[in-house]
């Protein structure tokens, strides 16, 4: 596809579950972010990655949180034990280069639910 | 990484001008200045973006002055599909690194 994808676009998932959600980034795009959005709040950063390293993990609350990114391609977001404060959009977003002068193309989204 | 303040939210009617003013005054010397749109249930999606001057495209045009403390984005005459959040990000490249950091953004509604 021409842009970012992530799967799934819905979760529901019982409290204490793992669940991993999925972004694959626009093919040749080295940067890739994670972020959670709460309902009717702003975005909040997670991890970014520069091709498959993470200069930048300040974001992940706590260490339920992990992610990792196989080369220049799909990155994985997997949330342990999962809590009802983790309930969300994840949003995955991908650019050309780290340069701040370019575009970030985000995906739609997962919305998870834990109950 | 330079924070940036926006209001929360600003009321319009379609046809009409708007202006969106963020602040960033501790703004680094190589940091670029871009503006975000979000709608409902959708990723945010680039806008516009800027390092001084002025910059215009089809949809906005992006105002920023001389000592870059702050920066107007500027809608012209918006529709009732303008309604969303406009974030304003401040950010640069260091030794090949950057990240995103989004504030809360300003909640744009457009009546008729």
């Known amino acids: 596809g021409a842009g970012v994808s992530q799967s799934p676009s819905n979760k529901v998932t019982e409290k204490g579950k793992d669940v991993e959600l999925r972004c694959d980034p626009i093919?040749?795009?080295?940067?890739l972010y994670w972020y959670r959005q709460r309902l009717g709040q702003g975005l909040e950063f997670l991890i970014y990655f520069q091709g498959n390293s993470a200069p930048d993990k300040s974001g992940l609350p706590s260490d339920r949180f992990s992610a990792e990114r196989t080369g220049e391609s799909v990155s994985t977001l997997t949330i342990q034990r999962t809590q009802q404060e983790d309930s969300a959009v994840y949003l995955c977003?991908?650019?050309?280069?780290?340069?701040?002068?370019?575009?970030?193309?985000f995906g739609q989204g997962t919305r998870l639910t834990v109950v | 990484l330079a924070k940036t303040t926006q209001p929360i939210s600003m009321d319009s009617y379609e046809g009409q001008e708007v202006n969106i003013t963020c602040s960033h005054n501790?703004?680094?010397?190589?940091?670029?200045i871009t503006w975000y749109q979000q709608f409902p249930s959708q990723g945010p999606r680039f806008i516009i973006q800027g390092y001084k001057t002025k910059v215009t495209n089809e949809v906005a045009s992006l105002f920023i002055p001389a000592d870059r403390k702050s920066s107007t984005l500027s809608l012209p005459r918006v529709s009732l599909s303008d309604t969303a959040v406009y974030y304003c990000?401040?950010?640069?490249?260091?030794?090949?690194?950057?990240?995103?950091?989004f504030g809360k953004g300003t909640m744009l509604l457009v009546s008729p």
């Open positions: 977003a991908s650019s050309p280069r780290t340069f701040a002068g370019t575009e970030a193309f």
């Open positions: 990000l401040v950010g640069h490249g260091n030794s090949g690194y950057s990240t995103l950091t």
């Open positions: 093919s040749g795009h080295t940067a």
């Open positions: 501790n703004i680094a010397t190589n940091d670029y």
